[in-house]
């Protein structure tokens, strides 16, 4: 940082923005006391942060200090570090759950190459280490250490027994008496499960030239790019929502493609619980099933506000004329017992939610689905979506055995 301090001093063409990301305990240092009076003396005002993932509902603690820095007056009255970086909306902040993060196309050689040896879970220590579960809403901060030291400051271990995946290690806590008794059940996160928990694109990948310690060492000295992002984009656009009328980036796990959704499947994806169902893109089921199954699909949504289509990129951009009344299209398919429940939630219908109806329990099992899911799920049990209609496809042929 003080070679930073001098540069910025000498340089002539000083930058309009600076965005900086340390540790917690930089902000009490003596350090960044420099660094403030370097930015005042060189034209700028700054707003910092002290924020952790968990805060936007990513399942990970991580808390850092972020300082945004412009040269301006913008932020010429700013003293304190804030704590939170959102504004979140009436359904606040969808909290995230460890098992979407993890990647279920891993090998049984693969898995083993994670595993927590017998001879790690004899050490008396053993019991001092973090362990969470799928079913769990937060990790240990993973840290450069994690590849080669077994604590709970440098991460959380992912505990696979068979009890219920919505049995979580916070609500059920696991027996520290005799680590043994978990012999094959606990094991390190992949890096490819961290870089995803870390925000980091699906299509990234390390060289093969790097081994797995140093895997895990570049990860513990990276950045949350969710958080970074959020950031940034205050600093150079402008105040940040995490809500209803911003994007969010789904999938990228589980066989799904990355995506980004707002408008209406933004606000439903943010009012209840949802798990990616495994490798089917696109579509999502809810977990709070035993809440909402009693509930109609028209019904469902108009009790969170969604009493019209979002305007879909679409229908935006060539200004047509179209219907923004939300619609229910009901089809009772034949060899299937269940009615199928249809209500496209974008003027494109692109994407929506597909509801199965058990008529004789007066039930629904809801699902969410993006544009990825949406029209290739209702393609394949026989309806044919367009930009203006919903109907069976009356030359979809019933794929035989």
Not at 218 to 231: C, E, P, Q, R, Y
Not at 238 to 247: A, I, T
Request: net charge negative.
């Amino acid at each position: 940082l003080k070679g930073i301090i001098d540069l910025l001093t000498n340089i002539q063409e000083k930058p309009k923005y600076i965005f900086l990301e340390n540790v917690k305990g930089f902000s009490g240092s003596q350090m960044i006391e420099e660094w403030h009076k370097c930015l005042k003396e060189n034209g700028y005002t700054y707003k910092q942060y002290l924020v952790s993932p968990v805060q936007i509902g990513v399942p990970n603690h991580r808390q850092r200090y972020y300082i945004q820095c412009e040269r301006s007056d913008r932020w010429k009255d700013e003293t304190i570090i804030h704590q939170e970086i959102v504004k979140v909306e009436k359904n606040g902040v969808q909290k995230h759950l460890v098992g979407e993060y993890i990647d279920e196309s891993l090998t049984a050689d693969d898995l083993n190459t994670f595993l927590v040896s017998d001879e790690i879970l004899q050490k008396n220590w053993a019991r001092q280490v973090g362990v969470v579960s799928k079913a769990d809403t937060a990790t240990h901060c993973f840290t450069a250490g994690y590849g080669r030291i077994f604590h709970r400051a440098t991460g959380s271990l992912l505990l696979t027994r068979e009890s219920p995946e919505d049995d979580s290690v916070e609500q059920s806590p696991i027996d520290r008496s005799n680590m043994m008794q978990y012999s094959g059940q606990l094991r390190r996160f992949a890096p490819k499960e961290l870089l995803c928990l870390f925000g980091f694109p699906s299509s990234f990948e390390f060289p093969d030239s790097i081994n797995l310690e140093n895997q895990y060492k570049l990860i513990g000295n990276s950045i949350n790019v969710n958080i970074v992002a959020l950031l940034l984009k205050e600093l150079l656009v402008g105040d940040v929502k995490v809500g209803c009328n911003e994007r969010l980036q789904v999938g990228g796990t589980k066989g799904h493609v990355a995506e980004e959704i707002d408008g209406n499947l933004m606000q439903l994806y943010h009012s209840y619980r949802w798990k990616m169902i495994p490798n089917c893109t696109g579509r999502h089921t809810c977990r709070d099933h035993s809440e909402v199954s009693s509930i109609p699909p028209l019904d469902l949504l108009k009790g969170i506000g969604i009493a019209k289509k979002s305007t879909s990129e679409f229908s935006a951009s060539v200004n047509a004329v179209v219907d923004t009344e939300l619609k229910e299209y009901q089809f009772q398919l034949p060899g299937r017992a269940d009615k199928v429940h249809v209500i496209p939630l974008d003027t494109n219908n692109d994407t929506g939610m597909i509801s199965f109806a058990k008529e004789d329990r007066g039930a629904y099992a809801h699902t969410l689905n993006t544009p990825s899911g949406f029209r290739r799920k209702l393609a394949c049990i026989g309806i044919e979506v367009t930009s203006t209609d919903v109907r069976l496809d009356e030359n979809f042929s019933q794929p035989t055995d």
